[in-house]
């Protein structure tokens, strides 16, 4: 397969449109990294479902104890904010320190940059639709199942990936520039987590609070309500319909300047 050698300022639109026409390097390079992970492993490919069916059924049977909520109704919430923060993590994590890892393919001439941010997205969505399928045991046994709601992911998880892959371009970059941005990512989730209504429900915040404040500029959980939301059939805020239209129109407009602007320069900085 030949590599691709922009001339100038690359387009992201068209590198990426470039990547999802011919995916055979990002795709099968997710493949064998599954592969070559639980290819020694006597379960294999079955810890994909171990631990997320672990974390849904007995922590979340566990923390809805502690706050006294329907466990059947809790497993779900908690269940789906857990596997979209995961990837959301993974995606960042590995976003940013994806040029560096990627050195040798980018100094033989691979400079469409989009195959190894897509790479990052594609296998973190491997694990994430494994957890899926633990969530929907668990949606399927609360008591507001509706089948109706599982369409809603047709609408939001598009929107959703479309958020993550822009903020993947940017820190590839950066992570590009700056290695440390990869240890900095890693700090900073430790914190998010706390932040983000994964345990709790975010009615439980005093409104005008500062951990409110915290909660409401805080981009990871207004991804995950407008997923889980609609889901589990809970009403989303206005302000987190607002805050992801307004993202999810600045950023990939960022990263297209980001990408046509700096990706040139990444074969020097790694």
Not at 72 to 98: C, D, H, K, N
Request: positive net charge; hydrophobic residues 50%.
């Amino acid at each position: 397969m030949p590599f691709h050698k922009p001339s100038g300022g690359a387009s992201l639109l068209s590198d990426a449109t470039g990547s999802l026409r011919r995916p055979e390097f990002w795709t099968f390079a997710t493949w064998l990294d599954l592969i070559t992970k639980y290819r020694r492993s006597r379960l294999g490919i079955l810890w994909m479902f171990l631990p997320p069916t672990a974390t849904v059924f007995l922590l979340g049977y566990f923390y809805a104890g502690l706050s006294n909520k329907d466990p059947f109704a809790f497993m779900p919430y908690m269940g789906m904010g857990y596997i979209l923060w995961r990837f959301i993590t993974q995606v960042i994590g590995e976003s940013s320190s994806t040029m560096i890892g990627h050195r040798a393919f980018i100094m033989d001439g691979r400079t469409r940059f989009t195959d190894y941010v897509l790479r990052c997205v594609s296998k973190a969505g491997l694990y994430f639709s494994a957890a899926l399928v633990v969530v929907l045991i668990a949606f399927a046994l609360s008591p507001g199942f509706s089948i109706v709601n599982i369409l809603t992911l047709v609408v939001t998880l598009p929107i959703f990936l479309l958020n993550l892959f822009s903020v993947g371009v940017l820190l590839s970059l950066i992570g590009a520039r700056y290695p440390d941005t990869h240890e900095f990512t890693t700090t900073i989730f430790i914190f998010g987590f706390l932040l983000t209504p994964i345990l709790w429900y975010p009615e439980h915040i005093a409104h005008g609070t500062p951990r409110a404040l915290l909660m409401d500029v805080n981009p990871a959980f207004h991804l995950i309500e407008l997923v889980r939301g609609p889901l589990l059939g809970r009403t989303v805020r206005m302000v987190t319909v607002v805050y992801v239209s307004v993202t999810s129109v600045v950023l990939p407009m960022l990263a297209a300047w980001a990408y046509r602007r700096y990706a040139r320069f990444v074969p020097i900085w790694i």
